[in-house]
């Protein structure tokens, strides 16, 4: 209700704010979180949820009028298609040179993602995160995530022997052929779960190639997790459909919080006003950058520093395929959740998962996503003209990437004298490198606020989601983005409650 005054206010339901609020309630707070997306509990006319990646409808794209697919192509042709205009699930947000894809609901990020659940190698996390002590993260935060995360690895002697890890096992064999290392990723999937979708007992989710527009059986998203745990306290409300629009200081303490209620349109139908105590930006790397950047310019909070809006990275993501002999079939069952990856970090600067094309069909491809050490950093700022926030990251920026990931497939396509494929993004078009599933940075620790996520220029304001991490984290970034949330949650907890 309009008027109201809340103890703590979370922006955005993905890892940081799920944290957050779990957190937050354990200790006694009352918090109510607010997500422009939808709630994502009421099965549609056709009884599910959630659409499958292989007939998206109205629930599939937020506010667009056609498909955006990641992978845009199949054998030359484009496979995009007109959809109604909704509030869907997975965001595809036009930057001038980039795609940033972002979860819509509750849940974030959660509800879209694969799953993949990785914590860096320990060696590289100083230059994940300079200014936070690796000790007490791999000691207890990241031990605290994987477990509220509900982390686990694939069963190896399954993995040996299903047909829908058969991808994988040829990736396996050509990345050891090479002589890179190849390693198991684990997953937020429950992988009894899948074992039941392959011997036929089960709803098939994995198995029926869901994954991108959500997952209707087996993923614990942060709905199953962290925010079933939340809700659990009887201390947390969620308010879907809600955007948050602007957070200034209030004349009796505390902020204002100005937030529209939308229609399944995206149309505003409502414009609430709450004061919040304390007010948690949890709207992801692009939210809370967005959010943050139009506050200092236009004056709600010009008490920001200049470090808002800097330092976003998309995590070095670049996506190829490779065209296999005959004798190298992928599968046509291909489980939609990876699990397994090409460690080539430390000679190359590329870490490749090994992904599926759950097309039903066998395509003979090896697909791949590589996460690398880009070293370009992009900046939000304030378009006056426009009353938008403009992000200044050049197309040309992921030719590192490209670089990087061919120190891994130039070696494998020579090895094997194989080539890439040339029609998965467009007509002759090896690399995907127009889009990101992983931005990252924007309101960085220990810069754009204090070591532990508050905006010291407005005590009770915080920062604790990726937007906090300075654009890569060297693997897959939720695990790191949760684990960073449990490290600062825990802080402010102790000391400013
Ligand atoms: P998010 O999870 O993005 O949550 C932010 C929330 O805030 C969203 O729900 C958003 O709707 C809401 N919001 C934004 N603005 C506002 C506002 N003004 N008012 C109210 N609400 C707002 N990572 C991995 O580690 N492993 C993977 O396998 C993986 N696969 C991915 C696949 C896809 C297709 C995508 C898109 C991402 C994937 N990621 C993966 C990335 C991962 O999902 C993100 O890094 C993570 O969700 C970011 O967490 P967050 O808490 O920063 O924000």
Redo the contacts with the bound molecule.
């Keep these: 209700t309009s008027g109201e005054r809340v103890p703590a206010l979370v922006?955005?339901?993905?890892?940081?704010?799920?944290v957050a609020a779990l957190r937050l309630a354990e200790a006694g707070v009352a918090v109510h979180m607010?997500?422009?997306?939808m709630a994502w509990d009421t099965p549609d006319s056709d009884g599910k949820i959630f659409c499958n990646t292989t007939a998206p409808d109205r629930r599939s794209y937020w506010l667009r009028t056609r498909t955006k697919a990641?992978l845009n192509y199949f054998l030359g042709f484009p496979i995009d298609r007109d959809i109604p205009r909704y509030t869907g699930i997975?965001?595809a947000e036009d930057f001038a040179g980039i795609t940033v894809?972002?979860?819509?609901?509750?849940?974030?990020?959660?509800?879209?993602?694969?799953?993949?659940?990785?914590t860096p190698k320990r060696e590289n996390f100083a230059a994940i995160l300079p200014s936070v002590n690796a000790d007490e993260m791999y000691a207890t935060y990241y031990p605290r995530a994987n477990s509220g995360l509900g982390v686990s690895l694939v069963d190896p002697a399954w993995f040996d022997t299903t047909p829908c890890y058969q991808y994988s096992r040829v990736g396996r064999k050509h990345a050891q052929r090479s002589n890179f290392p190849f390693v198991f990723v684990p997953?937020v999937y429950d992988w009894d779960y899948m074992k039941q979708e392959a011997a036929g007992t089960v709803s098939k989710s994995a198995l029926a190639g869901e994954?991108?527009y959500g997952n209707n059986h087996g993923k614990k998203s942060?709905q199953q997790t962290y925010l079933a745990r939340a809700k659990a306290t009887g201390l947390v409300t969620v308010s879907a459909l809600?955007?948050?629009?602007s957070v200034s200081p209030a004349s009796g303490g505390g902020y204002t919080v100005v937030?529209d209620q939308l229609n399944t349109s995206g149309a505003t139908t409502a414009t609430k006003t709450l004061i919040a105590d304390r007010v948690f930006f949890?709207?992801?790397?692009?939210?809370?950058s967005?959010?943050l950047v139009k506050l200092k310019a236009t004056g709600a909070l010009p008490g920001l520093n200049n470090e808002i809006g800097q330092g976003w990275g998309d995590?070095g993501n670049v996506m190829c395929g490779r065209a296999n002999h005959l004798w190298d079939p992928t599968g046509k069952l291909q489980s939609s959740i990876?699990c397994s990856g090409i460690d080539n970090w430390a000679a190359g600067g590329a870490f490749a998962?090994i992904a599926p094309l759950p097309t039903g069909i066998e395509t003979f491809a090896s697909f791949y996503l590589s996460i690398t050490k880009n070293p370009h950093r992009a900046a939000f700022t304030w378009n006056a003209a426009t009353r938008a926030v403009d992000l200044n990251w050049q197309t040309a920026w992921k030719q590192p990437s490209v670089d990087m990931a061919k120190t891994i497939f130039d070696k494998i396509n020579a090895k094997e004298g194989t080539i890439y494929r040339t029609d998965l993004f467009g007509v002759y078009k090896i690399w995907g490198d127009h889009l990101t599933?992983?931005?990252?940075g924007g309101a960085v620790l220990n810069k754009a606020t204090d070591n532990f996520g508050r905006l010291t220029a407005y005590p009770g304001l915080y920062v604790?989601?990726?937007?906090l991490i300075p654009g890569n984290?060297s693997?897959?970034?939720?695990?790191?983005?949760?684990a960073l949330?449990e490290r600062n949650i825990e802080r402010i907890i102790a000391t400013d409650l």
């Design positions: 922006i955005g339901t993905g890892y940081g704010g799920a607010v997500e422009m997306g990641p997975l965001d894809y972002q979860g819509r609901g509750v849940g974030g990020g959660s509800l879209v993602n694969g799953g993949m659940a990785v997953d994954i991108l942060l809600h955007r948050v629009t937030i949890a709207a992801g790397s692009v939210g809370t967005k959010l995590n990876p998962e599933y992983h931005p990252l604790i989601d990726g937007a984290t693997v897959n970034p939720f695990v790191t983005i949760t949330a």
